[in-house]
């Protein structure tokens, strides 16, 4: 059985920093490309960041140079390091791992900065 299991969101003031992590099982976690996205209420889920098998990273342009994404196949785990942090990325966090034609999606963890 798939697993991907996010943690790490919660509440923080503008300007301050999260780590999110998505530990992942059931899954050969070196092979698949691992992303983060965000739905904030109202809006459609958008990408945030990705990281592929062989660690090329890619951004939003609204996170870059804030946000860092990263991965760790030896605990079968990806995080997302969210520095300098605003309102407007609030949001549920979802992991997302992705190979081929075959993807799964973490439950979702809340991001919620304030003013």
């Known amino acids: 059985q798939v697993q991907l299991v996010e943690s790490g969101g919660g509440s923080v003031q503008a300007g301050g920093s999260l780590r999110l992590s998505c530990a992942a099982s059931?899954?050969?976690?070196?092979?698949?490309?691992m992303g983060w996205y965000r739905q904030a209420p109202g809006k459609q889920r958008e990408s945030v960041a990705a990281?592929?098998?062989?660690?090329?990273?890619n951004y939003a342009d609204s996170v870059k140079g804030r946000f860092t994404i990263s991965r760790d196949n030896a605990k079968n785990t990806v995080f997302l390091q969210m520095n300098s942090l605003k309102p407007e990325d609030t949001a549920v966090y979802y992991c997302?791992?992705?190979?081929?034609?075959?993807?799964?999606w973490g439950q979702g963890t809340q991001v919620t900065v304030s003013a």
């Open positions: 997302n791992a992705n190979w081929v034609y075959v993807q799964y």
């Open positions: 059931g899954i050969i976690f070196s092979r698949y490309d």
């Open positions: 990281i592929t098998s062989g660690g090329s990273t």
